[in-house]
């Protein structure tokens, strides 16, 4: 069992930065593959970036590639999302997820309750 609590929301103009963090409780987070998926008003919830349980492997969608960074801290039990360069349409909820396996699809077993970012333009 693993539990998930993101932070590091809230509200910042375009072109700002903020670094979410996702701390989880349990044994299994440093086996544990981790994302992020984000959620707009009215749209679905999509990937964002995942990292796999050492690191090595690391993938981002298209449009954050270069302005986002994904990295963990297996000491802390936490993962975090670097974003810079933010636009008004990365404005969403943000979720971070833990599962055994790495993958860019929502097949992970455990999720956050989110954390909300806004980015005005």
């Known amino acids: 069992q693993v539990q998930l609590v993101e932070s590091g929301g809230g509200l ?5 930065s903020l670094r979410l963090s ?9 086996r544990s593959a981790m994302g992020w998926f ?12 995942a990292i796999s349980w050492s690191g090595g492997r690391i993938a981002y969608r298209d449009s954050v ?3 986002f960074t994904i990295s963990r801290d297996n000491a802390k039990n936490t993962v975090y999302l670097q974003m810079n ?3 008004p349409e990365d ?8 599962g055994n396996v790495f993958a860019t699809t ?7 309750q989110g954390t ?3 980015v005005s333009s």
Request: glycine share 12%.
């Open 22 to 30: 996702c701390a989880a409780s349990g044994r299994t987070f440093s």
């Open 38 to 49: 984000r959620q707009a008003p009215g749209k679905e919830r999509e990937f964002v970036a």
């Open 85 to 87: 360069s933010l636009k």
């Open 116 to 118: 909300q970012v806004t």
């Open 106 to 112: 929502q097949s992970y077993d455990y999720w956050g």
């Open 12 to 16: 910042v103009q375009a072109g700002g």
């Open 91 to 98: 404005t969403a909820v943000y979720y971070c997820a833990a």
């Open 65 to 67: 590639k270069g302005r």
